[in-house]
């Protein structure tokens, strides 16, 4: 569900209570407030005075089980990875969660159609998602299904919270929804059309899906009471989602009255979720049981509190107000704390078009990484995936970005300072600083030398704070750019042409400064790459202890101090590091499409 819902609630109230009750929910978000209820804003001196214990944790959607993985969920989930292994580079206790959302009508009438019971439907594609992650190298510590009695736990008891707080009524919707997407919708997001046989139809304007209109007896939940609190929370956290675009847009959404939202779906229509506790009548409303899987991995009720302080969202784009404006004012209501940081990312089209079933253009990864490697498709994602935009899908251009970035440039740096023609003694050379001193006199670097060791020296800091912005690309733009510069160093000073016995120590120097260069993009690269990166490490001779993200160290004997690689021995030639890829070898413009039960 995470995966395709889109739309916003919508709902025409009718209560006899809702006019009555207002003045008594004011005063209730008063004292909760005045008492320290809502959710204290974390500030980022508060994260820092708590690094200490360092515990981070990031979340991809749980993914609805309608449909077999795409490249838009690995997508989420190699960004998630990403962030995780990069956190773990850093330090941090860090703890990564994924999973499926196994509820809903949907999946109730998906199950019908495939003559399946609707838990073994759902096994058998929840582990398709796992299947895929563990090929992509996903590297999550929790997989969740809300299925698994842990999470209805989990749910039930977040349900009794909001109603013992009073934020849950029993009321009437009446109004359009959309079971493709689970989603309420207001009649400004729903537009007329035609079905296959020409009659008039009406559909969600963003997702085209088909509405129903619905008017049901369910439970309510207070959200228009936390239009003021959400706004007061996103002002003053204004990088809390990110990129800065997608956090306007929440603003902007907020900007008019917000309705209640129903929270409850009838017995009688929808049986495959989580009973109202006391009401069995009544079926919890699918997003607020996903929601909660959030939750439920870090062992809410009890012993949540560590983790929960320090969470991280990845989300797309399609389903920001569900995390951005429903999932706050859930927690707000519960008493707490809200996300650190919601990452927002865009869509994927293929080859200019948006990814269908009927279209015939849904990319399995499976067949993808056969195609192109792992490394090679998580590099392309991370590479080309811009969270502000849509990003466009097609083989040719991931054949070109591998094989230019990675095949030759970066394979080819590394074949060439590791050959044996080269260095035949295979071990890390020494560095001269006589050769190469620190300042721009007497030796034989030049101007340009100098300038590739600024820019290789900066390298890191630019990483990390493109990784912390979830601006992979743009990190691996700064390594791409790197990597040219120092390609460009051996090429201008060709230590293949220099004599062993006469420019010896020029020629170790040559190769310790590209070599010390390969080893930061190894080190740099491992949170995206990480096969890719262990072959650089390992063929440099650098221990898995060596490869911290406060081991870097970028040439300390160019900075006067020691380097603990010098004269150690390289490690064994684990052959090309990334074998360039042919158009000819991949047949058919982009990879079969993957099985699916709905658009």
């Known amino acids: 569900m995470f995966a395709h819902a889109t739309g916003s609630s919508s709902l025409v109230m009718r209560s006899p209570c809702r006019f009555l009750t207002r003045a008594r929910t004011a005063l209730r978000l008063s004292s909760h407030a005045l008492h320290g209820r809502f959710p204290r804003v974390y500030s980022i001196h508060d994260r820092q005075a708590s690094r200490c214990s360092r515990p ?144 008039r139809i009406k559909v969600s304007s963003e ?49 008019d009255d917000i309705p209640d939202l129903s929270v409850s779906r009838q017995k009688s229509r929808l049986r495959w979720g989580i009973p109202v506790p006391g009401d069995p009548e009544q079926t919890i409303y699918v997003w607020l049981d996903a929601l909660v899987n959030y939750l439920t991995v870090v062992g809410y009720p009890q012993n949540h509190s560590q983790w929960w302080t320090a969470v991280h969202h990845v989300v797309g784009k399609d389903i920001l107000k569900f995390h951005a404006i429903y999932w706050p004012a859930f927690l707000m209501a519960a ?148 990597v040219r510069l120092t390609n460009g160093f051996v090429q201008r000073h060709a230590p293949w042409k220099l004599d062993r016995k006469d420019d010896r120590q020029w020629l170790d120097t040559i190769l310790h400064v590209s070599l010390e260069c390969l080893r930061v993009y190894g080190m740099l690269l491992q949170p995206v790459v990480p096969g890719l990166a262990d072959k650089i490490l390992s063929r440099l001779g650098v221990t898995p202890e060596e490869r911290s993200w406060d081991s870097v160290n970028f040439l300390m004997k160019y900075e006067g101090r020691d380097c603990g690689l010098e004269g150690r021995a390289l490690g064994p030639d684990l052959g090309v590091l990334f074998s360039r890829l042919e158009r000819s070898s991949v047949k058919g413009k982009t990879p079969k499409k993957a099985t699916t039960q709905d658009e």
């Open 335 to 482: 008493g707490l704390p809200l996300p650190q940081m919601i990452y927002v990312h865009s869509h994927w089209t293929v080859e200019g078009r948006k990814m269908s079933k009927s279209l015939g253009n849904v990319i399995n990864p499976l067949d993808a990484i056969e195609k192109f490697t792992v490394d090679g498709l998580r590099y392309f994602l991370l590479r080309q995936g811009v969270p502000d935009s849509d990003c466009d899908y097609y083989d040719d251009k991931v054949i070109k970005m591998c094989n230019s970035e990675l095949a030759d440039a970066l394979g080819g740096l590394l074949n060439r300072c590791t050959a044996p023609s080269i260095n035949p003694t295979q071990v890390y050379p020494r560095f001269s600083n006589t050769c190469f001193p620190k300042e721009e006199l007497g030796g034989r670097a030049v101007s340009d030398d100098y300038r590739m060791v600024e820019a290789v020296s900066a390298l890191p800091v630019l990483v990390e704070q493109h990784f912390e912005n979830l601006h992979v690309y743009k990190a691996l733009e700064a390594i791409s750019a790197c």
């Open 207 to 255: 997702s085209g899906h088909k509405v129903e209109w619905m008017k049901e007896d369910n439970y309510m939940f207070r959200l228009s009471d936390f239009r003021t609190e959400l706004l007061r929370w996103l002002r003053s956290n204004p990088k809390v989602i990110q990129p800065v675009k997608f956090h306007d847009f929440v603003l902007q959404w907020l900007e």
């Open 56 to 199: 981070y944790y990031i979340t991809t959607p749980i993914f609805y089980v309608n449909a077999s993985p795409h490249i838009g969920h690995v997508y989420s989930a190699v960004t998630a990875d990403c962030l995780h292994r990069y956190k773990l580079l850093k330090g941090y206790d860090s703890r990564f969660a994924t999973g499926t959302d196994e509820h809903g009508l949907k999946i109730q009438q998906a199950a019908s159609s495939a003559g399946k019971e609707p838990l073994s439907f759902c096994t058998e594609i929840s582990q398709s998602f796992k299947h895929v992650f563990q090929k992509c190298s996903i590297s999550y510590t929790d997989y969740i299904r809300t299925t698994e009695q842990r999470h209805r736990r989990a749910v039930e008891d977040f349900w009794t919270v909001l109603h013992s707080r009073g934020f849950l009524y029993k009321g009437t919707y009446e109004g359009w929804y959309s079971t493709p997407d689970e989603s309420f919708l207001t009649p400004a997001q729903v537009s007329d059309s035609t079905d296959s046989g020409g009659g």
